[in-house]
């Protein structure tokens, strides 16, 4: 319904001083109005938004060193890319190895435990001559009981080997433990993006190099309070990147459940997958979130 035509129809009643023209100008006024914003209302819940965002790393790693120590060598430089569990940075640790190699040869030393195992062979002959004679009353008994108890102690010295080189093993296995803390390695796939010690350098509780994970990306939008409760983890959208290219699908991550007071706007993170890593972590988007309702519709 046109609006126009109906403030026309009134200033012409009003002119004509028609009181029921009047009226029912004033009421089409009003339905126009109300069918106006209606229309308007429908379309804007029905319709997607588009909205600024920010193309970000989904993880940023600051690595440092379970030990303190200096950095003898560092694997990488800044660019380079590298995978979960490849060695980074390497701390010096000439004794860490060292004692590493002695607690190895420790650990393999096989001479008390063959000792004590042909001490107990020996026992067990002398055990079983000395029952024999008993029973035919050729040695008191005297003699019976400490065979047996000769044995006895044989077994017990043989154990104690064992348990002795099962404790070198565990001091192996520590040993390699501590030289592991000396070896930094890259809990995730991404790229170097920074350097903050070098070799020679000491580090204790300070970072040496920090990795980005570039897939999949991030995508950090903030909405304002009129839009709480229209998306769901699950929703898609299209990002269009700063940079240029074809628009890419991405996820609805997370929805942030508390608003923020001050500013009267909560956050939306998007995953976006970069597995062939044609986008650039950092850049600026547009993003167009498709709720649940809309996708259903089309």
């Known amino acids: ?9 009134l200033i012409d009643s009003l002119s004509g001083k028609n009181d029921s023209s009047v009226w029912v100008a004033v009421v089409l ?19 997607d938004y588009s909205h600024e965002c920010l193309i970000e790393p989904n993880r940023v790693l600051k690595l440092g060193s379970e030990t ?13 890319y590298v995978k979960a569990g490849d060695v980074v940075a390497r701390l010096r640790s000439t ?32 055990l079983k001559r000395s029952d024999r004679l008993h029973k035919q009353a050729l ?25 002795t080189v099962d404790q070198l093993k565990l001091d192996l296995v520590r040993a390699e433990a501590l030289l592991a803390q000396r070896i930094i390695r890259s809990p995730i796939d991404g790229v170097v993006v920074e350097q ?14 920090t990795i980005a994970q570039l897939n999949p990306l991030r995508v950090e939008v903030v909405l304002p309070l009129k839009e709480f409760g229209r998306y ?21 991550d997370i929805v942030d459940p508390l608003l923020d007071a001050s500013s009267g706007t909560f956050g939306i993170r998007l995953l976006l997958d970069n597995s062939k890593g044609d986008l650039v972590a950092g850049q600026k988007c547009e993003v167009t979130i498709k709720t649940e309702s809309a996708a259903s519709a089309g």
Request: glycine share 6%; aromatic share 2%.
């Open 1 to 9: 319904m046109n609006s126009i035509w109906i403030m026309k129809k």
């Open 29 to 47: 006024l009003c339905v126009s109005t109300a069918v106006n914003a209606e229309v308007r209302m429908s379309d804007s819940l029905e319709g």
């Open 68 to 80: 303190q120590g200096l950095v003898d060598v560092l694997e990488v430089d800044r660019g380079d």
């Open 95 to 126: 004794v860490e190895r060292g004692r590493v190699e002695q607690a190895r040869k420790r650990a393999a030393m096989k001479g008390e435990i063959n000792a004590r195992k042909a001490d107990l062979e020996l026992t067990s002959i002398v």
């Open 139 to 163: 040695i008191p008994s005297q003699e019976l009981d400490e065979a047996r108890a000769q044995h006895r102690v044989a077994q017990a010295a043989l154990r104690q080997a064992e348990d």
């Open 196 to 209: 903050h010690a070098f070799a020679g350098e000491y580090v204790q509780d300070n970072p040496v190099i």
């Open 232 to 252: 769901v983890v699950g929703d898609t959208a299209v990002v269009k990147p700063e940079l240029g290219g074809p628009p890419v699908n991405a996820r609805v």
